[in-house]
């Protein structure tokens, strides 16, 4: 909503200097590109001192905005489904006018607007369908939606399968996307946790929730790394807003980093949780999916305490995979195949 830090938050996230408040409605996005911190990535780093060292990337865009109406325009919720996943930013502050906040009256606005937007798009798929009879599986599963968005409900709150999941991924309903709610506070409240009935209201909509003061996260964020310690200690934070962000997010979106190591390249790798070895090595590359044979994989904390993989293998920590193997969050994986 208007004046509630949104590209702010954007800011503090990215560590980019951007426009805010008036400045910022000016109709184009901002996007930045920001790695994911990752201790386990440091560690094998260290252990390998590799030519080249990756962490695993998230792209935010501060999704353009005109600031003449106070819903969502639709250039705006169409920007949205582009996305994998979505962040409201809760302004927890008067606004110039001195009006006291209202984050969970924003919620439901937002809220409101994407069952809308999904309702109307679901109306005419299921029109369609019932006038042409030719997916009476879809026209089930799209009936089932549009009575639960009736209902006022989110399409993430359906309990829908994966099979049902992928059978809608190209209608990209905005209230099946993930949501991660950021409660912009002043900065005398940075250390707080988030208002009881706030955080009931996204625990019962399955809803991430993070906390921080944007505008003083955006100033950290564009700090040299060791003033950013010093700074964060007196604020009473272990670490900057970026990296709470990307852990909700990554939970959100259900994803984990698999690991991989050499001189060469230490790397983190996001992939699905319960993904199974094939399918992880195939972000690497499509022929190690297609010919894989089996995957080694060592936890990483192994790896780190005996110092070698030969040494891991020698202590019987280094496993043997199948394509059955679902990889876990902090594998070291090291995938064998053959085209």
Not at 224 to 253: C, M, N
Request: overall charge negative.
């Amino acid at each position: 909503m208007p004046a509630c830090g949104k590209s702010t938050v954007f800011g503090a996230l990215t560590g980019m200097a951007v426009d805010t408040g008036y400045a910022a409605a000016s109709g184009k996005a901002n996007v930045g590109v920001v790695k994911v911190p990752d201790p386990r990535v440091d560690a094998l780093a260290a252990l390998y001192s590799p030519k080249k060292t990756t962490y695993a990337e998230t792209t935010f865009s501060d999704l353009a905005s005109t600031g003449a109406t106070k819903g969502i325009d639709r250039a705006t919720l169409n920007a949205m489904r582009d996305v994998d996943a979505l962040c409201q930013v809760l302004r927890a502050f008067p606004n110039e006018l001195g009006e006291a906040p209202e984050p969970i009256a924003e919620m439901l606005d937002l809220e409101t607007e994407t069952i809308l937007a999904d309702l109307e798009i679901v109306e005419q798929r299921v029109a369609r369908l019932r006038k042409d009879r030719s997916d009476p599986r879809e026209l089930a599963l799209q009936e089932r939606i549009q009575a639960h968005l009736e209902g006022e409900q989110s399409v993430r709150t359906l309990g829908l399968s994966l099979a049902e999941e992928k059978m809608i991924s190209g209608y990209a309903f905005l209230t099946a996307k993930p949501l991660l709610l950021v409660l912009n506070v002043t900065e005398d409240a940075i250390a707080n946790p988030a208002p009881a009935e706030l955080s009931a209201a996204a625990a019962e909509r399955g809803l991430g929730l993070v906390v921080l003061s944007a505008q003083v996260e955006m100033d950290i964020a564009q700090m040299p790394a060791e003033d950013q310690r010093e700074f964060l200690e007196s604020l009473g934070l272990d670490e900057p807003a970026s990296h709470r962000f990307i852990r909700s997010a990554y939970a959100l979106l259900e994803l984990i980093s698999m690991l991989t190591t050499g001189e060469d390249e230490c790397r983190a790798w996001p992939v699905r949780r319960n993904v199974a070895a094939p399918q992880a090595a195939g972000k690497i590359h499509s022929d190690i999916e297609r010919g894989f044979i089996r995957a080694e994989v060592i936890w990483w904390e192994d790896l780190i305490a005996l110092g070698s993989e030969a040494k891991c293998r020698d202590a019987g920590k280094l496993r043997v995979e199948g394509k059955d193997y679902v990889i876990q969050d902090g594998d070291v994986v090291n995938f064998r195949f053959n085209v």
